[in-house]
């Protein structure tokens, strides 16, 4: 069945079951208020008949029938609104068949301008590759998401992701079960860090007289308040017992308060998160990657779900005393800080070591659901082969994966070996910045464990260079051609002589993230720092006159033939192409269009050899420029 068929059966499907638990809140609601006024009206007969007895029972008879109630109404709006996230979900899923986007993640906040090149293939963005795979929701998981996307993983990473995408791919329930959990809770999306570190810090221990007098002074200033109902003492004793308390309060008050802000904003989604624990847990995948998440998501004889839900009600509880009503009336009576913050260090020694490896493999669940979606919404793109003995590149009918399938032209090549270019001659929009961000994006996806949008691919490991849309920089007082410069210059410190022998292995990641490779602004990290460059130049030094421009483009390919390099250079200087061919590592291909009764005609298939025909002249006469009159 057709995947876009799928979505919109399972939006329907969802549909209903949203109207129909809406049906079942309104119904709800309605015996809630007629259980309420019913209570009130025979507790009122009963006190009217002097039955007292009854009265008491009629209101522990009715507070416990609502509160059965409203736990019922909690369940069914928490259905309701688990199945309109699915429908937003499934809405989205077909959306994107037709490259259109209704979630608002971009990930253009993990984006970077001296990135190597995901300003050039639309990494991040409103149309970009972030935004056609991310089914992340929490601030981790798109956070590991845009890492896969920032730079090449290590080739048994990238296999240990497909087969955990393979895994995962059928499992639609439960994936998007997963997405519609994280979607409930906005606050989920706020990054942990903070609760982390709170949990993770060493601190000094609470004074130890306070593990007794938090349970005898209040049992004292009970037992106080009680004699002075019942005249004993004057309420000035109580007052005095309640000073006490707040002495005591006094000690511990700027420790509670830092904890509170350190968990007050995280708190909320812990509830949610707690779902989503849950949720992992009960997926028994098979796949190396999937089995040491199940691994991860423990904590001695405890599971993350559980130990994130006490975390949960001990942060909320906590939390009660930004309440000044509350504190006044209960909290100073209680020593209710001090309760909670011997609660919560307990919590804190027993699973702090654990919670930054609960979030990670969270993280880590939810960039391989999203990969995972990604392959299920495209059932005919392939797995790419990750090849370590040599550089290859060899794609079969690739098209560009931001491209509606309807809307895209597939073309194949090969090239192997280091030191290679591939030189693309063609008229103006033949299709050759298409190509070249085609080719990238594509390897882009396949490094980080995605399918890619071809019959067949095959790549190396590599680091991906581009330079396609240098612009000019008011602030920094920069011309194009000069930032190109600079780009090209980034270029040639990346590349390594052919003599220092390329490397194709990447250290491993592991799933604590102490061994992800470092983030950088432009994406590379030590380990990559050997991995062969593929390069894509647009329209080299298009900034410059033509004769410097030969020249120029001309020394930088072989310059780069003598490094480990290999890649594309478009460029509409067929002398180039004529000059370096002789020489045996450039070969040449070009896009070409037709004049069919003076409207231009393109069909962007990829051809060998150098372009012959081009259309400048025709699009500038198309537009009322008179060529005829240029003086031969």
Not at 500 to 509: F, G, I
Request: one cysteine or more; proline letters at 4%.
């Amino acid at each position: 069945m057709p995947t876009e068929t799928v979505f919109t059966e399972r939006q329907q499907k969802f549909t209903q079951a949203e109207e129909a638990a809406q049906r079942q809140h309104n119904q709800l609601a309605f015996w809630r208020l007629v259980w309420f006024i019913g209570i009130v009206a025979a507790i009122w007969l009963l006190i009217q008949l002097n039955q007292q007895l009854g009265a008491i029972v009629a209101l522990v008879t009715g507070l416990i029938g609502f509160l059965i109630l409203l736990k019922k109404h909690q369940s069914v709006r928490h259905k309701r609104d688990l199945a309109h996230q699915l429908v937003l979900i499934n809405k989205d899923e077909a959306s994107r068949l037709k490259r259109q986007y209704l979630r608002p993640e971009t990930g253009e906040q993990f984006a970077s301008p001296t990135h190597y090149y995901s300003g050039d293939l639309d990494v991040f963005g409103k149309h970009s590759l972030f935004r056609l795979l991310n089914r992340t929701h929490t601030y981790g998981g798109q956070k590991r998401l845009a890492t896969w996307l920032k730079a090449p993983s290590a080739p048994e990473s990238i296999r240990l992701r497909q087969q955990a995408v393979a895994e995962l791919n059928p499992q639609i329930e439960w994936r998007q079960q997963l997405e519609a959990l994280a979607y409930v809770e906005s606050a989920i999306s706020r990054s942990p860090d903070v609760l982390i570190k709170w949990a993770t810090e060493k601190t000094s221990p609470l004074p130890g007289y306070l593990t007794i007098i938090r349970f005898v002074f209040p049992a004292i200033t009970l037992s106080l308040f009680v004699a002075w109902l019942m005249g004993y003492v004057p309420g000035g004793v109580v007052l005095l017992g309640l000073a006490v308390h707040g002495l005591v309060l006094s000690q511990t008050s700027g420790r509670a308060k830092e904890v509170s802000e350190q968990t007050f904003e995280i708190s909320a989604a812990l509830r949610a998160f707690r779902a989503l624990f849950q949720h992992a847990e009960k997926f028994k995948g098979d796949a190396v990657r999937l089995r040491a998440i199940q691994q991860a998501l423990t904590s001695g004889n405890q599971s993350a779900s559980e130990a994130i839900g006490q975390l949960g009600r001990l942060t909320e509880g906590l939390n009660y005393r930004r309440n000044p009503y509350f504190f006044l009336l209960f909290g100073i009576a209680t020593l209710w800080d001090v309760h909670y913050l011997f609660r919560l260090e307990r919590w804190r020694q027993t699973h702090g070591p654990d919670i930054n490896r609960w979030f990670e493999a969270l993280s880590e669940l939810e960039a391989l659901n999203s990969l995972a979606g990604f392959s299920y919404a495209h059932p005919t793109y392939a797995t790419p082969d990750i090849v370590e003995d040599q550089f290859t590149l060899d794609i079969t009918l690739a098209t560009h994966p931001l491209l509606a399938q309807n809307r895209s032209v597939a073309n194949s090549l090969i090239v192997r070996g280091s030191g290679k270019t591939i030189l693309i001659t063609g008229s103006n929009m033949s299709g050759k910045s298409t190509f070249l961000r085609t080719v990238g994006a594509n390897v882009v996806l396949a490094l980080a464990g995605a399918v890619v949008s071809a019959e067949r691919f095959s790549c190396s490991p590599v680091r991906v260079f581009t330079s396609m849309r240098t612009q000019d920089s008011l602030e920094e007082s920069t011309s194009s051609f000069y930032a190109e410069l600079k780009r090209l210059q980034t270029l040639i410190g990346l590349t390594k002589p052919k003599a220092d022998r390329p490397q194709t292995h990447l250290s491993q990641e592991r799933l604590d993230g102490q061994q992800f490779p470092e983030e950088h602004p432009d994406g590379a990290s030590p380990s990559q720092d050997r991995l062969p460059v593929l390069y894509f130049l647009d329209e080299i030094l298009k900034g410059t006159n033509s004769a410097d421009r030969h020249r120029g483009a001309e020394a930088l390919i072989r310059q780069l033939h003598q490094t480990t390099a290999s890649g594309f250079v478009s460029t509409h200087d067929l002398e180039l192409g004529q000059l370096t061919d002789a020489d045996g590592f450039v070969r040449n291909y070009h896009f070409q269009s037709d004049l069919n009764n003076g409207e231009l005609i393109f069909d962007y298939k990829l051809r060998n050899g150098i372009c012959e025909s081009f259309n400048a002249s025709q699009l500038m006469q198309a537009i009322g420029i008179e060529m005829g009159v240029v003086q031969k």
